[in-house]
């Protein structure tokens, strides 16, 4: 007997990963609509596939649903942020120890090659490009880890991203967000479980408290603008 075809739930996976795509390079903005119907047209589909993928995106807490206003971009708090980043600091260390002994030649030349691309990003000024490849070079250690689990709770975590660049963007040395990848890419090539575990997880909280110290500076720097600028 043949086997049930599995279109329809690739479908679903398809559209959901352009989704976050557009979600995470800013194409949907905080508390915009996504409207089913518009993304159904685009891709030639009935509105069904559509509405599982956003459900799946709600659950992963990239939008959010209100009754008779449809599905939108869900904006993500300062204070969110400071609690996602030690979860991420923590799955990221489990990752490494798991992908230490378990990483493939090719998976490191990859992590090279992602490297490689933030700096050229960094060369051309472009931030949203270096954290796209930022963000490949770290799903790359954690697909490395062979824990499905773990990969998926990792990127439901990706909804953090789409903050750095509004927090970096007059704030940093490009070239310094960067080099911070390569004593990533030295640990991994050790394959020491420990070393590449603590490793990962140093990354991830230098990298969430000076993300996070930006986004509450320009919170108070904006208010106090707007102070200054109102007539007295």
């Known amino acids: 007997m043949a086997s049930a075809p599995q279109r329809p739930v690739l479908l679903r996976e398809e559209i959901k990963e352009r989704i976050v795509e557009r979600i995470l390079d800013g194409t949907y903005g905080p508390g915009e609509r ?10 030639g ?42 979860v991420r600091a923590a799955l990221e260390e489990v990752a490494g120890r798991e992908a230490a002994p378990r990483i493939t030649d090719e998976q490191l030349g990859l992590l090279a090659e992602e490297l490689a691309g933030m700096r050229r990003a960094a060369d051309a ?61 030295q640990a991994v090539q050790f394959r020491d479980p420990d070393f590449l575990g603590r490793e990962m997880r140093a990354h991830i909280e230098f990298f969430g408290a000076s993300v996070i110290s930006h986004l509450r500076r320009d919170a108070v720097a904006v208010p106090h603008a707007t102070e200054g600028s109102t007539p007295r």
Do not use: C
């Not at 996504?34 to 891709?43: K, L, T």
């Not at 009935?46 to 939008?63: G, T």
């Open 34 to 43: 996504i409207v089913e119907s518009a993304v159904a047209a685009e891709f």
């Open 45 to 86: 589909v009935s509105q069904a596939p559509v509405r599982e993928a956003l459900r799946d995106l709600e659950a992963m807490r990239f939008v959010e649903s209100q009754p008779h206003r449809g599905a939108r971009v869900r904006e993500v708090s300062t204070e969110e942020l400071v609690q996602i980043y030690p």
């Open 125 to 185: 000024g472009d931030l949203h490009a270096l954290m796209v490849h930022d963000t490949r070079f770290h799903e790359v250690i954690v697909e490395a880890a062979g824990n499905q689990v773990l990969l998926d709770v990792w990127r439901s975590l990706r909804v953090e991203a789409r903050s750095l660049v509004s927090a970096l963007k007059s704030h940093s040395d490009l070239h310094s967000i960067a080099e911070l990848h390569r004593p990533v890419l």
